[in-house]
């Protein structure tokens, strides 16, 4: 029925082995469900369902780093984005993984043209400190105003990746959002803005980042709404507020 698609992965069979980690440009990119050892990348699978091609990219060779005994007992491994793609036609992308070296986030870069795989591995960023627990980040990444976001658990602040440069760098949240907050970061839909959500006593706040006289770190509040209305008009949700917060959670928005 052309009135409700519906994707099929049929042509990947293996697919049922991987759990989707992002979703950029038309490409899905996968990986495996089985646990690795510590320190070691995953296998990567990137489907294209228009095309019904797919590639399984195998983890970064043991040369890529010169130095990497150094790191690979100490390596937490984060997560994968889809990067870039040359065109929708062709199977020609790029791919970041993720880790965390020492104590500071490392970007490993898969380049793939029609089925080969090349990788690269950018220093470490030691200008940005993970000082914290590395299994806090998120492993799934947002696509949001041109950038790539980490959102780390129970923390006021995002780990960012600028695709043009590689840099990593950490985006703090509006002061006044409260300490421990679960908020999501995300794009202004109607002109692609970076904003950052949260639901607090069922009041939706929306920062937006701007420039003004009155900005927070650079973020300004734009809009409020109660979602009271909403929520009683939802089937089968609690009345009880103490209860909702169980049942209603702020979820990505890219």
């Known amino acids: 029925d052309a009135s409700a698609p519906t994707l ?9 082995r991987y759990v989707l980690h992002d979703c950029h440009q038309g490409l899905l990119l996968l990986e495996p469900l089985a646990s690795l050892p510590k320190g070691i990348l995953p ?9 019904r091609r797919r590639v399984l990219l195998p983890p970064p060779p043991r040369d890529t780093v010169p130095d990497d005994h150094r790191w690979r007992s100490c390596r937490h491994y984060v997560g994968s984005a ?31 043209d029609d089925g080969q795989c090349r990788w690269r591995a950018l220093p470490r960023t ?13 492993s799934r990444c947002v696509h949001a105003a041109g950038k790539l976001y980490w959102h ?22 509006p002061k006044e959002m409260p300490r421990f907050g679960k908020f999501r970061i995300g794009e202004t839909p109607d002109d692609g803005r970076l904003c950052i959500a949260t ?10 980042r701007g420039e003004t006289r009155w900005s927070d770190d650079g973020w300004y509040l734009e809009r409020e709404m109660n979602l009271t209305k909403v929520y009683d008009s939802v089937p089968g949700l609690p009345k009880d507020k103490c209860l909702r917060i169980f049942s209603v959670w702020l979820s990505d928005m890219d």
Do not use: M
């Not at 099929?8 to 049922?16: C, R, T």
């Not at 030691?126 to 998120?138: L, R, Y």
């Open 8 to 16: 099929s992965l049929d042509f990947a069979p293996e697919a049922s």
């Open 43 to 51: 296998r990567l699978l990137v489907i294209d369902p228009a095309t």
């Open 82 to 112: 889809l990067l870039s793609r040359a065109h929708q036609s062709k199977l020609c992308f790029e791919v970041v993984s993720i880790s965390i070296d020492g104590g500071h986030p490392r970007a490993w870069v898969a380049s793939v």
């Open 126 to 138: 030691t200008d940005v400190e993970v000082s914290f627990d590395p299994w806090w980040f998120e």
């Open 152 to 173: 780390i658990c129970n923390s006021g602040r995002v780990l960012s990746l600028d695709p043009s440069t590689l840099h990593f760098s950490y985006l703090l949240a």
């Open 199 to 208: 639901v607090e006593d069922q009041l939706l706040r929306v920062w937006v």
